[in-house]
């Protein structure tokens, strides 16, 4: 083991002379009279680390950080070598673990499993794929046991994966990327593969989760696949329809304490029309019977628009509610149905905006399931993927999200083409996408019609407004919480054990530089503070928290990250950060690039 050096720091006051800074919404009440008058009221202070690592702290006075996100501090890094480009190249499985070389000192008590999926095939023979999405699903591991620490992947034997292996060629239709017909069949085996359309992929590069004592591998179809987390060994393809009414299901499930998951999913409801099932799989069960088969939709959620379901993500869970965003990105039903015959379609061809819809907040209660059809809340448009957290407060419904302004989607800025472009073309198709920004929305629960035109918030710690219309919809607005131009706090991650569902202060997000990850940054969410994590030339993962046994602070924990570093003699490493102050403890790295990766989970060694 080689010791890393408890990086000095240097303190740099920045003003409003020497740093980059932005007025956010509301900050118009404020003239600049009585600004000159009681001095510039927020200030940045900058941890220069002597090491080539970066941690910058944002403090706010407590009068601005009940405000919007006035000053953001967000990354200003360049890449100009393009380095990025490597974590979208295919890489090989490893036959066996390697070892990591470990720099720093990793916690005693952190043992156990980082599991990490993401796509690492990135083309099939002479065909490429097209789409972030599409690439075939790696399946990655780094363990951690005494201090040490190794490194494995292998594939997924996916049916997308072994028959592309087999043929040497697209076989099933990804995201973004069309499979076509072998050109090797006759013309009449080629005219009845035609008609009979494209297969739903079971490619499940997305994230990895367990159900009941097994572990699954997932996409957004309704298929997910059953895997081994030790040997990262293909167990068992499972169709969820068979079980559920569903078309398919997010890959952000809610896991509760007890082990029982809720997902949510679109499916056909009353005369054909679409609608979202909210879904319920049981614990481990003490038979050993798979819970799956026990699983059940235990509320239906109606669509606005009857043969176009929005797009989802993910969706926000409290103690006694469901809450699901419907955005303005939807799928075309009949562009999809078409798309089972049309040679060539892909999913991303399904898919259409329309701002004029804006964005609806749907709830639900949880005990006893029910949708809360009375309670209708709408919104400007906006692109949602990931939920940071929910939580009840004094009869309001807090909903903290990661949003991109408008109807654009998002998902247009993320073909392969446009990600591997020089720097300076990757920044140009960043500023055709839509803005991201981290809001917080207040749903009032209790509704009465008196109140019309009239703000309904009454929290004291936010700015966030919903104000009742005649027509019973109620209009929110948003507090911003982080806002910077071109800079997205993205994938996030909360302390999920002790805050799902509940009040909380931290999150912690993956920063995107103009769709490039960069940085890794935690957010305060209620003093808007932000600190971060960053080093030259290197491409971090989702940081996934994993809390100190026995902690009594929300934050006392660790960051774990994969992070690459291209042209290093070591280019792949797991990063430990002290979620606290954000300051590196260890990092073990492997002699190997690891590319991309999307979501993941923290997998702790058993209890003897």
């Known amino acids: 083991m080689v010791g890393r050096p408890e990086p000095s720091c240097r303190r740099v006051e920045v003003t409003r002379e020497n740093s980059a800074w932005r007025r956010g919404p509301g900050s118009e009440r404020r003239g600049d009279k009585e600004e000159e008058e009681g001095g510039l009221q927020e200030m940045f202070v900058w941890f220069q680390p002597e090491s080539e690592s970066v941690v910058k702290v944002n403090a706010c006075s407590s009068a601005s950080a009940r405000g919007s996100s006035d000053v953001s501090m967000v990354s200003r890094v360049e890449h100009p070598a393009a380095g990025y480009r490597k974590i979208f190249e295919t890489v090989e499985e490893l036959n066996e673990p390697i070892p990591a070389e470990v720099k720093g000192v990793i916690p005693s008590w952190l043992g156990g499993s980082l599991l990490r999926m993401g796509p690492g095939l990135f083309e099939v023979g002479d065909e490429p794929f097209h789409h972030l999405f599409d690439g075939q699903a790696l399946m990655h591991k780094f363990d951690l046991e005494d201090g040490q620490v190794t490194y494995f992947r292998k594939f997924i034997r996916t049916d997308a994966y072994v028959r592309a292996m087999a043929e040497n060629r697209v076989v099933i239709t990804e995201f973004g990327t069309a499979a076509y017909p072998d050109p090797c069949k006759n013309v009449f085996s080629r005219f009845f593969t035609y008609f009979r359309g494209i297969e739903v992929t079971d490619n499940c590069l997305v994230n990895v989760y367990p159900i009941g004592e097994d572990f699954y591998a997932v996409t957004e179809t309704n298929y997910i696949t059953k895997v081994d987390p030790d040997s990262l060994e293909t167990l068992q393809k499972v169709d969820l329809c068979k079980y559920l009414s569903i078309n398919g299901v997010t890959a952000h499930p809610h896991i509760e304490a007890d082990g029982t998951v809720y997902n949510i999913g679109n499916c056909f409801g009353k005369n054909m029309s679409l609608a979202y099932n909210i879904i319920k799989i049981p614990p481990a069960q003490p038979d050993k019977s798979d819970p799956i088969e026990k699983s059940q939709v235990v509320v239906q959620l109606p669509s606005s628009e009857r043969m176009k379901p929005s797009y989802m993500h993910s969706f926000g869970i409290t103690e006694s509610y469901f809450v699901f965003v419907e955005q303005p990105v939807k799928i075309n039903l009949l562009k999809f149905l078409s798309a089972w015959s049309v040679r060539g379609a892909t999913y991303m061809d399904c898919f259409e905006s329309n701002e004029t819809l804006g964005t609806w907040f749907h709830l639900a ?24 957290n929910a939580y009840e407060d004094q009869g309001f419904i807090v909903v903290d999200l990661c949003t991109w302004k408008g109807h654009d989607f998002v998902y247009n800025y993320l073909y392969l ?53 005649s027509d019973g919809t109620v209009w929110l607005e948003p507090e911003v919480l982080f806002s910077g131009p071109r800079q997205a706090f993205e994938f996030p991650q909360i302390n999920y054990s002790r805050c799902c569902g509940k009040m909380y202060s931290f999150a912690y997000g993956l920063g995107l530089n103009h769709f490039i990850p960069d940085r890794i940054v935690k957010l305060n969410v209620q003093t808007k503070e932000t600190w971060v994590w960053q080093e030259d030339d290197c491409y971090p993962s989702e940081p996934l928290f994993v809390p100190t046994p026995g902690a009594t602070e929300e934050d006392d924990g660790v960051l774990l990250s994969i992070v690459v570093k291209p042209g290093s003699e070591r280019p792949g490493f797991l990063l430990v950060l002290d979620a606290m102050k954000l300051t590196e403890l260890a990092r073990a790295e492997v002699n190997t690039i690891i590319p991309v990766t999307l979501h993941g989970m923290y997998k702790p060694t058993p209890p003897p």
């Not at 006893?368 to 209708?376: F, I, N, Q, T």
């Not at 198709?429 to 803005?435: G, I, K, L, N």
């Open 365 to 388: 209660t949880k005990e006893p399931a029910g949708y809360m059809k009375s309670h209708k809340y709408r919104t400007s448009a906006f692109n949602l993927f990931h939920h940071i």
């Open 417 to 469: 083409a446009n990600l591997r472009e020089e720097w300076e073309e990757v920044k140009k198709a960043a500023m055709r996408a839509p803005q991201p920004e981290v809001r917080r929305y207040v749903l009032p629960l209790d509704l009465h019609r008196e109140e019309q035109g009239k703000n309904l918030v009454s929290l004291p710690y936010t700015t966030a407004t919903a104000v009742l219309h």
